[in-house]
């Protein structure tokens, strides 16, 4: 795989955090202390690595009026296919957060 390539995939797997980053004016990211600028991808991937780190030491990471990321262990079930037990992570909104996107007037993708 070639060098464009390879940065298409990679600004494929984020596009939506992306589109979104720029419509809120964060791409790229200005340091205001140094005016030095950070690419948005690279920031998000830095964000992302450390909550991993922290969840596999077994914290619980909390979004502010977002949500929180939690471990939880998945019980191996004794199936043929089953490698054992394993690690999981979930995701749970925050009451405001369910009641925003529960709104009424939301577009329902199932309906299309």
Same mark, same amino acid.
């Given at each position: 795989?070639?060098?464009?390539?390879?940065?298409?995939?990679?600004?494929?797997?984020?596009?939506?955090?992306?589109?979104?980053?720029?419509?809120?004016?964060?791409?790229?990211?200005?340091?205001?202390?140094?005016?030095? #600028?950070? =690419?948005? +991808?690279?920031?998000?991937?830095?964000?992302?690595?450390? $909550?991993?780190?922290? @969840?596999?030491?077994?914290?619980?990471?909390?979004?502010?009026?977002?949500?929180?990321?939690?471990?939880?262990?998945? #019980?191996? =079930?004794? +199936?043929?296919?089953?490698?054992?037990?394993?690690?999981? $992570?979930?995701?749970? @909104?925050?009451?405001?957060?369910?009641?925003?996107?529960?709104?009424?007037?939301?577009?329902?993708?199932?309906?299309?």
């Amino acid at each position: 795989m070639d060098v464009d390539a390879a940065r298409r995939k990679r600004s494929m797997v984020m596009s939506g955090l992306r589109e979104i980053a720029r419509e809120v004016g964060l791409d790229p990211i200005v340091c205001t202390q140094c005016g030095r #600028k950070i =690419r948005t +991808l690279n920031a998000l991937n830095l964000l992302f690595r450390r $909550v991993l780190e922290r @969840l596999k030491t077994g914290q619980t990471v909390n979004i502010h009026k977002f949500g929180a990321f939690k471990t939880r262990l998945h #019980k191996a =079930r004794g +199936l043929a296919k089953d490698s054992g037990d394993r690690w999981v $992570v979930g995701f749970h @909104l925050v009451p405001s957060a369910k009641r925003l996107l529960n709104k009424e007037g939301r577009h329902d993708r199932r309906e299309s």
